[in-house]
């Protein structure tokens, strides 16, 4: 495995054994859907009546949670914990399938993981009946293609230090200026089908969701290619 320059979301040593940097995605993943989930559960009850105040320490809580889980974990293994970027690195030649595979399967069974642990901790059943319809779908849409430009425009770069902190205020703005809250990611999305509070989405509303993030990071990463052209890496 050759990687040309450090670079973000890039793990620092690919000898760690495969397992260890998959278990690593899972438990961030686990934590990362927790903090989404447990966080729009205490803003519901701690800020009643107040939507939009609730929303802003939800992009706090969450943005915080993420940052702090790629600086902890992301040298073990990249600090992923969504699988659009995991895809995306594939497709890119920076990923080998088997790596993809492992991570995007801890990444959902740690998606599973950490909505029905907010819901438990909570004490609330989980619900299924969030969603938006098209205009969800067209929300995912911006906020997944924005995520995806800033994690590969932070990654292409030149300055792996900044990975962290840039996705961390992309999500602040996503959170607050999107319709859905910027999901940005199947794992949260899967996780958000076994959760309670405002993140919770039925089964058919979060395929939609899926779908148009996968759409957006597909813009993105053809944007990326052609704004910061480089060689393939392999992986």
Same mark, same amino acid.
């Given at each position: 495995?050759?990687?040309?320059?450090?670079?973000?979301?890039?793990?620092?040593?690919?000898?760690?054994?495969?397992?260890?940097?998959?278990?690593?995605?899972?438990?961030?993943?686990?934590?990362?859907?927790?903090?989404?989930?447990?966080?729009?559960?205490?803003?519901?009850?701690?800020?009643?009546?107040?939507? %939009?105040?609730?929303? +802003?320490?939800?992009?706090? =809580?969450?943005? #915080? *949670?993420?940052? /702090?889980?790629? !600086? @902890?974990? &992301?040298?073990?293994?990249?600090?992923?914990?969504?699988?659009?970027?995991?895809?995306?690195?594939?497709?890119? %030649?920076?990923?080998? +399938?088997?790596?993809?595979? =492992?991570?995007? #399967? *801890?990444?959902? /069974?740690?998606? !599973? @993981?950490? &909505?029905?642990?907010?819901?438990?901790?909570?004490?609330?059943?989980?619900?299924?009946?969030?969603?938006?319809?098209?205009?969800?779908?067209?929300?995912?849409?911006? =906020?997944?293609? #924005?995520?995806?430009?800033?994690?590969?425009?932070?990654?292409?770069?030149?300055?792996?230090?900044?990975?962290?902190?840039?996705?961390?205020?992309?999500?602040?703005?996503?959170?607050?200026?999107?319709?859905?809250?910027?999901? =940005?990611?199947?794992?949260?999305?899967?996780?958000?089908?076994?959760?309670?509070?405002?993140?919770?989405?039925?089964?058919?509303?979060?395929?939609?969701?899926?779908?148009?993030?996968?759409?957006?990071?597909?813009?993105?990463?053809?944007?990326?290619?052609?704004?910061?052209?480089?060689?393939?890496?392999?992986?």
């Amino acid at each position: 495995m050759i990687v040309s320059a450090p670079s973000c979301f890039h793990e620092a040593d690919p000898n760690v054994p495969l397992s260890r940097r998959a278990a690593a995605e899972g438990l961030g993943t686990t934590l990362l859907v927790f903090a989404a989930s447990a966080a729009g559960l205490a803003a519901s009850r701690l800020l009643p009546g107040q939507p %939009g105040a609730a929303v +802003v320490l939800v992009a706090v =809580a969450v943005a #915080g *949670a993420l940052a /702090a889980l790629i !600086i @902890a974990l &992301g040298k073990l293994s990249g600090g992923h914990y969504n699988p659009l970027i995991s895809v995306l690195r594939l497709l890119a %030649g920076e990923r080998s +399938v088997q790596c993809t595979i =492992a991570y995007v #399967g *801890a990444q959902l /069974a740690g998606g !599973i @993981a950490g &909505g029905r642990l907010a819901a438990a901790l909570w004490n609330v059943p989980p619900s299924s009946a969030g969603g938006m319809g098209p205009a969800g779908m067209i929300s995912e849409l911006v =906020a997944s293609a #924005g995520l995806m430009l800033v994690v590969f425009g932070s990654s292409r770069s030149g300055r792996p230090e900044s990975g962290p902190f840039a996705v961390a205020a992309w999500l602040v703005a996503a959170v607050i200026a999107t319709p859905t809250g910027s999901y =940005a990611n199947p794992a949260v999305v899967i996780g958000a089908m076994v959760t309670a509070g405002p993140i919770a989405l039925g089964g058919r509303s979060a395929l939609a969701y899926a779908i148009a993030e996968i759409a957006g990071a597909l813009i993105a990463i053809s944007v990326i290619t052609a704004l910061f052209p480089a060689g393939r890496v392999t992986r």
